[in-house]
């Protein structure tokens, strides 16, 4: 499965690129904290939404708080037919250190 950087990632959505920024995390850790171009879809709900969106034309770049959860939701949506599909390298938490130092912390 590939992966993308927080800076390449950064620089992809100021280039206006068209990609779909999955968040898996749950609504709590969301109202916490996020990519403001992400959308929710929380992981213990993926029965609800994941088909929908493996026939997704857009590149898919998911993300959680550290890579593990969407790594599972990559595997998912490759295995469903989704051909553009990468996992956001150290997740939210890399963001957070490599893009954006302002925003909060799981750790305080």
């Known amino acids: 499965m590939d992966s993308m950087t927080p800076l390449e990632l950064q620089r992809r959505l100021a280039e206006g690129q068209s990609l779909r920024l999955l968040d898996v995390r749950e609504r709590e ?24 969106e493996a026939k997704g034309e857009l590149p898919v770049v998911v993300y959680c708080h550290h890579g593990i959860r969407s790594a599972r939701v990559c ?34």
Request: a negative charge.
């Open 29 to 52: 850790e969301w109202d916490f904290c996020r990519i403001p171009e992400g959308v929710l879809r929380p992981l213990s709900e993926a029965d609800a939404w994941l088909m929908k």
């Open 75 to 108: 595997a998912a949506l490759l295995h469903l037919g989704h051909e553009d599909v990468r996992n956001l390298a150290g997740g939210i938490e890399a963001w957070r250190l490599e893009v954006d130092p302002a925003m909060p912390s799981y750790s305080g």
